[in-house]
């Protein structure tokens, strides 16, 4: 059985810095692509981050480039995320999500499991 399990939500301010971590069981963890994808209130789920297997590619939503940070320790089975400079509008349930290939995708349909997501909050 495939576990996902985030940690790192929390309320910070705007301009602050939140560090969110998956830890993952179940499945070869360093066979396979990993994705962030956050959800607001009243809207739909969206991609944020995907790191390949190896962590060689990445790739960020616009919203996010420049700001967050995906990144993975295949030796400890688990997948960071570092946001930096967070927006109100940041604040959604973070959700981190793996698929059953190597490579990265933005679509959360590619994606087989997930974990139960951890509330991010920013104030303004």
């Known amino acids: 059985q495939v576990q996902l399990v985030e940690s790192g939500g929390g309320l910070v301010q705007a301009g602050g810095s939140l560090r969110l971590s998956c830890a993952a069981s179940?499945?070869?963890?360093?066979?396979?692509?990993m994705g962030w994808f956050r959800q607001a209130p009243g809207k739909e789920r969206e991609f944020v981050a995907a790191?390949?297997?190896?962590?060689?590619?990445?790739n960020y939503a616009d919203s996010v480039k420049g700001r967050f940070t995906i990144a993975r320790n295949n030796g400890k089975n688990t997948v960071y995320l570092q946001m930096n400079s967070l927006k109100p509008e940041d604040t959604a349930i973070y959700y981190c999500?793996?698929?059953?290939?190597?490579?990265?995708?933005?679509?959360?349909?590619?994606?087989?499991?997930w974990g139960q997501g951890t509330q991010v909050t920013v104030s303004s």
């Open positions: 179940g499945r070869t963890f360093s066979r396979y692509g």
């Open positions: 790191i390949s297997w190896s962590g060689g590619t990445t």
């Open positions: 999500a793996t698929r059953p290939f190597g490579s990265t995708d933005f679509s959360p349909l590619s994606y087989d499991y």
